[in-house]
C-alpha cells in the first residue's frame, strides 16, 4: 500500500539534495569547525555559506545575524526569554491566543513567574484585532511575539503591519515573529518589507531540512541576551559545538525552498484548494477553519461536526494516509486545541478536526485519493454518531446545533 503524506506542517521528508550536501560532513569533514588546524577550516567555511544560504531566503544582507540553534522552539524561548533578560525593567509580554506551544506554553509558564502576558484574541477566522494589539502596547513591554502563519489553520498574520505599528508606538518594544510555517511557503525580506522585526525563529524540518536544526534572526542592534551560555560558538549567541552536518543540510534546504517557492504558491496552492473545494462539495455539515483568511498556500484545516478526529485519523491511517488532528485527543487529551477553542469552532466539530497539509512532493494523485477516500470515512464514522440520520444524511433533529462556542 503507497503512503500518501499529507502533514507537513508536522514535518517534511528530507530532500535527496539535501542528504548528499550533508554526507561528507557525516564522514570525512568530521572536524570540531571552531579547532584551528587546516582540516577543520573547511568545516567552518561549510557553516559560513550554509548562513548565506539562509540569510538569502532570509532577504538578509548580513549574514552574521543568523544564529543556528538546534530547532525552532530553542530560538522562540532564545528570543523571549533573552529580550526579557535583557531588559530586565519591562515586565509585560505581548502574543497570541493560537500561538504554537513552544511561545503559548513558555509564556505561560513566565507569566506565574510573575511576568504579565496579554494572550490577544483572534476571531472565527483566525484573524487578529489591529485595535486589540495597539491597545495592548504599553510603556514597560518588552517583547511582542506574533507567529507569521498558525501551524493548525495556515492563517497568515500581517506581521509587516503589526511590526510597523510596535516600532512606532515605541522602538524599545522588541518585535519577535515565529516563522517555522511560512519559510519557504512565503516570500520572506528582512532587510525590506519585514525589517521593523527583530527577531525571527524557524525551523529545518519544515522545508525539507532534518529534525534538530533551526535558526534565529537576530537584527543588529536589538537587546537580546544569549540564551545558552558557556563557548564562544555563533558569534558569542549560542554557546555549543555547531552541529555542521545538519547546518549545511539546513543551508541547502533554504537554497532549494527559494527555488521552490512559486510552485509552492500556484501548483500546491492548486492542489488544496481543489483538496478543500471537493471536501466541502462532498460532505454536509463540514467547515474550514481559518476559511475566511489569508493563508498559507499548503493548509487546509476542516472540521466534520457530530464525529471525532481521532476516529477519522485512524480511518485515513489504514488507508496509507498521514494527517493530522487539530484536536488534542491524538495526545490522550480530551482537551480540543487551543487554536480550535480560540477560533470559537462550535462543540460538535472541535473534536472533529482534520488539517491536510501538502509539500512539493505531492501530486495531484494523492489528492485524488484523498478526495476519493474522505468522504466515504465520514459517512462512515456519523453511521454510529448518535446526533446523525444516516438514511437523511444529516443531523438528527434532537441533536445539539453547535451554537455553543467550544
Known amino acids: 500500500m503507497r503512503t500518501i503524506y499529507a502533514d507537513n506542517n508536522a514535518t517534511t521528508a528530507v530532500a535527496p539534495e539535501v542528504v548528499q550536501a550533508m554526507m561528507p560532513y557525516l564522514t570525512e569533514v568530521y572536524f570540531n569547525p571552531s579547532s584551528m588546524y587546516e582540516p577543520a577550516k573547511r568545516a567552518g567555511a561549510a557553516i559560513r555559506n550554509a548562513r548565506s544560504q539562509v540569510a538569502n531566503l532570509l532577504g538578509v544582507s548580513d549574514p552574521g545575524q543568523v544564529v543556528f540553534t538546534s530547532c525552532a522552539t530553542e530560538a522562540n524561548n532564545a528570543a523571549i526569554l533573552g529580550t526579557l ?38 476571531d472565527t477566522e483566525g484573524r487578529l484585532s489591529i485595535r486589540d494589539f495597539v491597545r495592548a502596547l504599553r510603556p514597560d513591554t518588552a517583547v511582542v511575539s506574533v507567529m507569521h502563519a498558525n501551524n493548525e489553520t495556515g492563517v497568515v498574520f500581517p506581521i509587516e503591519q503589526l511590526a510597523r505599528l510596535t516600532k512606532e508606538t515605541d522602538p524599545a518594544i522588541v518585535f519577535h515573529t515565529d516563522a517555522t510555517q511560512s519559510a519557504g511557503k512565503l516570500p520572506l525580506d528582512l532587510d525590506r518589507t519585514l525589517r521593523q522585526v527583530d527577531l525571527l525563529s524557524f525551523s529545518g524540518h519544515k522545508l525539507h531540512a532534518p529534525k534538530g536544526i533551526g535558526a534565529l534572526f537576530i537584527r543588529k542592534g536589538t537587546r537580546c541576551r544569549p540564551y545558552l551560555l558557556g563557548g564562544h560558538q555563533e558569534n558569542g549567541r549560542r554557546a555549543g559545538t555547531e552541529n555542521v552536518p545538519f547546518i549545511v543540510g539546513f543551508g541547502r534546504a533554504c537554497e532549494l525552498a527559494e527555488e521552490f517557492l512559486d510552485d509552492e504558491n500556484t501548483r500546491v496552492l492548486g492542489m488544496r484548494n481543489r483538496l478543500e473545494k471537493e471536501l466541502v462539495g462532498r460532505i454536509p455539515h463540514l467547515q474550514v477553519n481559518g476559511g475566511g483568511a489569508p493563508r498559507l498556500p499548503n493548509t487546509t484545516n476542516v472540521s466534520c461536526h457530530y464525529i471525532e478526529g481521532e476516529g477519522i485519523l485512524f480511518e485515513l491511517d489504514s488507508l496509507g494516509i498521514c494527517a493530522s488532528s487539530g484536536s488534542a485527543c491524538t495526545s490522550g487529551s480530551l482537551e480540543p486545541s487551543h487554536v480550535l477553542q480560540a477560533l470559537k469552532v462550535p462543540f460538535t466539530a472541535v473534536h472533529g478536526s482534520v488539517r491536510f497539509s501538502l509539500s512539493r512532493y505531492n501530486t495531484d494523485e494523492d489528492v485524488d485519493h484523498i478526495i476519493a477516500v474522505f468522504p466515504q470515512i465520514v459517512r462512515n464514522l456519523r453511521k454510529v454518531s448518535p446526533y446523525w440520520d444516516s438514511e437523511r444524511n444529516c443531523p438528527r433533529p434532537d441533536a445539539p446545533r453547535g451554537l455553543q462556542p467550544a
Open 85 to 122: 533578560k535583557a531588559n530586565p525593567k519591562r515586565r509585560h509580554v505581548i502574543t497570541t491566543a493560537v500561538e504554537h506551544p513552544s511561545v503559548y506554553e513558555l509564556c505561560k509558564e513566565i507569566a506565574r513567574d510573575g511576568i504579565e502576558v496579554t494572550f490577544l484574541p483572534v
